[in-house]
């Protein structure tokens, strides 16, 4: 039985987490209207910059979310993941920041969310090596480090060769290889129904998700075969 004291120190724990999360979603609503919505920019580069900050934000929720989804499940063992958390925050924030202005170092922000998402499955591995959550934590490491590595890659590219700065048209693609992201790691990782499941990948039916996923097993399983 767990000890009453250390459950108690666990949930002030994901109370500040909760709390810093919703700090900085409070602030990045405000610079939107202050910045973008209510600024002196043409229409266009207005509507790039509301796509850019959604996306951010999207994700952002999608990532809290089911981080807190695991961590119910797989409760702290030690303060590494706390302060990885508070870290993922803070970098969450200067995303938002950088995509209120468009700046490509949005891209550098949300590669430092991956490999922090990264280190902090791997730190729940460790944790927690017979959790129902195992396999999960295992893609997690591995995808979301990979997918930090290619944005590094993106970033320097395109800083090189294009710029600072996301002009409206640029920032259509940048939100479809979000899109991307989210929806591949749901594709891999089987979710329950109702709110346990997380928030899913946008525009895209619960449902019709099941569906894809269940397609693109038997096309795997068919390949081994």
């Known amino acids: 039985m767990a000890d009453p004291l250390e459950e108690r120190v666990r949930e002030s724990l994901l109370a500040f987490v909760d ?3 919703a700090v900085v979603f409070g602030l990045i609503v405000a610079k939107l209207f202050d910045e973008v919505v209510h600024g002196q920019d043409n229409v266009l580069d207005k509507i790039g910059k509301v ?14 979310l089911h981080g807190r989804l695991l961590t119910l499940k797989n409760s702290y063992r ?7 958390e508070i870290l993922i925050a803070c970098c969450g924030y200067g995303a938002a920041e950088a995509a209120v202005t468009a700046k490509v170092s949005v891209i550098g922000y949300v590669a430092a969310i991956l490999l922090l998402g990264a280190w902090w499955a ?5 944790e927690h090596p017979a959790s129902q959550d195992l396999y999960e934590f295992r893609f997690l490491s591995v ?5 930090s590595a290619a944005l590094i890659a993106l970033l320097a590219s ?3 060769f294009v710029g600072q700065y996301i002009p409206w048209w640029v920032a259509i693609p940048f ?32 449902d019709l998700m099941m569906r894809i ?4 097993r038997s096309k795997t399983s068919l390949r081994r075969r």
């Open 175 to 206: 939100n479809l290889i979000g899109a991307l992201f989210v929806f591949l790691y749901e594709l891999k990782i089987e979710r329950p129904i109702g709110v346990l499941g997380g928030p899913g990948v946008p525009f895209i039916h619960r």
């Open 122 to 126: 791997r730190i729940a591995v460790r």
């Open 213 to 216: 996923r269940k397609m693109a």
């Open 51 to 64: 796509g850019l900050v959604g996306s951010v934000f999207y994700f952002l929720t999608w990532d809290w």
């Open 143 to 147: 995808y979301q480090a990979i997918c």
């Open 158 to 160: 395109y800083y090189i």
């Open 78 to 84: 030690g303060y590494w993941r706390f302060f990885i």
């Open 19 to 21: 709390f810093l999360y």
